[in-house]
């Protein structure tokens, strides 16, 4: 399965193996080395502590690297006054007219909990390519919807928003 990523997630993805390759291995390997010379390694938990980490940071490089190799770019530009990627989207529920805010972005950096929807989400779709005023209904499933109103749309930096991992 081919996840969409836009040119920013590839950076952002490709800056973290540098950093894990350059930084964190290193750092790793050197703790590794630490705990084996402490001796006897069947009842040395520093010694599968920093075992553990090294093969979670080999893993997390490998998944990136993957990511980025069966990625389907897709483009992030962004049309004043419509709501695209990573644009934060503020929004009034029509049934009761309380107001929450939205970062939409690629698949990969979704997090509802943190205000982070997906372009394939309902809500996500529902929004693309909307501008201010518009009232657009989010459609769940076929027997569940609502309407939205979109109060605001802000450009943001994604700066600080991070690729998931599994």
Same mark, same amino acid.
């Given at each position: 399965?081919?996840?969409?990523?836009?040119?920013?997630?590839?950076?952002?993805?490709?800056?973290?193996?540098?950093?894990?390759?350059?930084?964190?291995?290193?750092?790793?390997?050197?703790?590794?080395?630490?705990?084996?010379?402490?001796?006897?390694?069947?009842?040395?938990?520093?010694?599968?502590?920093?075992?553990?980490?090294?093969?979670?940071?080999?893993? +997390?490089?490998?998944?990136?690297? +993957?990511?980025?190799?069966?990625?389907?770019?897709?483009?992030?530009?962004?049309?004043?006054?419509?709501?695209?990627?990573?644009?934060?989207?503020?929004?009034?529920?029509?049934?009761?007219?309380?107001?929450?805010?939205?970062?939409?972005?690629?698949?990969?950096?979704?997090?509802?909990?943190?205000?982070?929807?997906?372009?394939?989400?309902?809500?996500?779709?529902?929004?693309?390519?909307?501008?201010?005023?518009?009232?657009?209904?989010?459609?769940?499933?076929?027997?569940?919807?609502?309407?939205?109103?979109?109060?605001?749309?802000?450009?943001?930096?994604?700066?600080?928003? +991070?690729?998931?991992?599994?």
């Amino acid at each position: 399965m081919k996840d969409d990523l836009t040119k920013s997630d590839i950076e952002k993805m490709k800056a973290e193996i540098e950093e894990r390759k350059v930084v964190i291995r290193p750092k790793l390997l050197e703790d590794l080395k630490e705990a084996r010379a402490q001796g006897d390694l069947s009842e040395n938990f520093e010694y599968y502590a920093a075992k553990k980490a090294k093969n979670k940071n080999e893993s +997390r490089i490998r998944y990136l690297e +993957r990511m980025i190799k069966t990625a389907n770019i897709i483009d992030d530009t962004r049309i004043s006054g419509e709501v695209g990627i990573n644009n934060r989207v503020t929004v009034e529920f029509t049934e009761d007219g309380t107001t929450e805010s939205y970062k939409i972005v690629t698949t990969v950096r979704s997090n509802s909990l943190e205000g982070l929807i997906s372009i394939d989400s309902p809500m996500g779709k529902a929004l693309l390519k909307r501008k201010t005023g518009d009232v657009v209904t989010v459609n769940v499933s076929d027997d569940i919807s609502y309407d939205v109103k979109i109060v605001s749309i802000d450009d943001e930096d994604d700066a600080d928003d +991070r690729i998931r991992s599994f």
